[in-house]
Nanobody, 115 residues
């Protein structure tokens, strides 16, 4: 299975973006789907998680602004990002865990928040 992240770009502070992570196979086999982000010189940070059962969890820094969702019919999961600020600038990676043991990473998509 391969993950393809897309939807990044340049947005002004206060703006919105929706990231997509399309899987080459069925996401119904994924126990967990997540979005991480990374800036130069820092460790990759967990941003949002969704389980196959639909439970979600968010980093404190994005709580109330970001929303993770999935569409099993499209084999895609998403990260809706609202009220973006410059601190959200990073490369965003999608991640999935299958059968609690197989890990998949997407290639990353750049999000830049700047006026």
């Amino acid at each position: 299975v391969q993950l393809q992240a897309s939807g990044g770009g340049l947005v002004q502070p206060g703006g919105s973006l929706r990231l997509s992570c399309a899987a080459s196979g069925s996401i119904s086999m994924f126990n967990v789907m997540s979005w991480y982000r990374q800036t130069p010189g820092k460790e990759r940070e967990l941003v949002a998680v969704i389980t196959q059962g639909g439970s979600t969890n968010y980093a404190d820094s994005v709580q109330g602004r970001f929303a993770i969702s999935r569409d099993n019919a499209k084999n895609t999961f998403y990260l809706q990002m609202n009220n973006l600020n410059p601190e959200d600038t990073a490369v965003y990676y999608c991640y999935a865990l299958e059968r609690l043991s197989v890990r998949y990473w997407g290639q990353g998509t750049q999000v830049t928040v700047s006026s």
